[in-house]
């Protein structure tokens, strides 16, 4: 069945580091594909989304582009900030719903 | 008022209380969904609502009961909850799954 498999957290960051995060996914069909992220105590925020193979999606100064060669969206951001401390989840559309990721908790230090 | 919101923000309950959570979103969205998100576990899919009929229940124990009076409100309704129970329940709506889903901000739920 269709699937998303993201690096197990937590991620530990300084300050103006570079961000990767790893996402693949198993689908059959063209899903459309998602970042989402989860400040503490709040609900979950679309970051970013692309709806077709070698689109890229951004937002905030995150990027990913879906690469079907690979069945991957990987979320990149060239300098985080402390403000960026969360939860990431990525997602694909399947079956008239979305599939989630476990999520990845990133946490920047000063 | 915009968006998906959620009340109670916090509750705690006993396992003979009868309570329930409400989401109501300004979207003019046509599907509901209610998740569970437990600490260290997945997001769990518990029900979904199509133009107010449920499509989706993913064996959900009994003593959580929905209810989608029209395309805007949903309710979960909770009854002798167990320990386990306790966790954060978002609602989020949709009006085409491929275009992603808008989050509530949650209800936590704590059961003693």
């Known amino acids: 069945g269709d699937s998303v498999t993201q690096m197990e957290g937590p991620v530990t960051l300084s300050e103006e580091a570079f961000l990767t995060i790893n996402c693949t996914y198993t689908a059959t069909g063209y899903p459309s594909l998602f970042w989402y992220v989860q400040y503490p105590g709040e609900g979950l925020q679309l970051l970013l989304k692309a709806t077709k193979a070698d689109d890229k999606g951004s937002n905030k100064g995150f990027e990913a582009t879906y690469r079907k060669e690979t069945t991957s969206f990987h979320l990149e951001k060239g300098s985080v900030q402390v403000s960026d401390s969360a939860v990431y989840f990525c997602a694909l559309s399947a079956n008239y719903q979305l599939i989630w990721g476990a999520g990845t908790k990133l946490i920047i230090k000063p | 008022e915009t968006g998906v919101t959620q009340t109670p923000r916090h509750l705690v309950m006993g396992m003979t209380n009868k309570k329930s959570l409400k989401c109501e979103q300004h979207?003019?969205?046509?599907?509901m969904y209610w998740y569970k998100q437990s600490a260290k576990k997945p997001l769990e899919l518990m029900f979904v609502y199509s133009l107010e009929e449920r499509v989706e229940n993913n064996s959900v124990p009994s003593r959580f009961s929905p209810e989608c009076p029209n395309s805007s409100h949903l309710f979960l309704h909770l009854h002798t909850l167990q320990p386990e129970d306790s966790a954060l329940y978002l609602c989020?709506?949709?009006?085409?799954?491929?275009?992603?889903?808008?989050f509530g901000s949650g209800t936590r739920l704590t059961v003693v």
């Open positions: 989020a709506s949709s009006q085409d799954y491929r275009a992603g889903y808008t």
């Open positions: 979207l003019g969205h046509n599907a």
